[in-house]
Nanobody
């Protein structure tokens, strides 16, 4: 069974930084594109960033470009989301997800983690 385990969420002041981690098995890590989505109450889950299994390219939502960085650690089978210059509107539950290719819609994902809460105070 595929498992994706997020960690690193928490409370931070606006302008601060957090690093989220998504740990998975080597098989998943080497065969799937890993995505970060986020969701706030009453809103649809939205794509934040994604990286393919090859690590050759990345995708970022316009709202996070220049502030967030997605990266892969091949030795640890972990994908990171470094979040800098955080804003109150970044407050959400952040989910790690695996899909065969990079896709922007939640419906395109094969597996999901349980999520980690990020709260940015003003």
């Amino acid at each position: 069974q595929v498992q994706l385990v997020e960690s690193g969420g928490g409370l931070v002041q606006a302008g601060g930084s957090l690093r989220l981690s998504c740990a998975t098995s080597e098989r998943t890590f080497r065969n799937y594109a890993i995505h970060w989505f986020r969701q706030t109450p009453g809103k649809e889950r939205e794509i934040v960033a994604a990286v393919p299994w090859s690590g050759a390219s990345t995708y970022y939502a316009d709202s996070v470009k220049g502030r967030f960085t997605i990266s892969r650690d091949n030795a640890e089978n972990t994908v990171y989301l470094q979040m800098n210059s955080l804003k109150p509107e970044d407050t959400a539950v952040y989910y790690c997800a695996a899909g065969r290719t990079i896709q922007l819609a939640p419906a395109g994902m094969n597996y999901w983690g349980k999520g980690t809460l990020v709260t940015v105070s003003s």
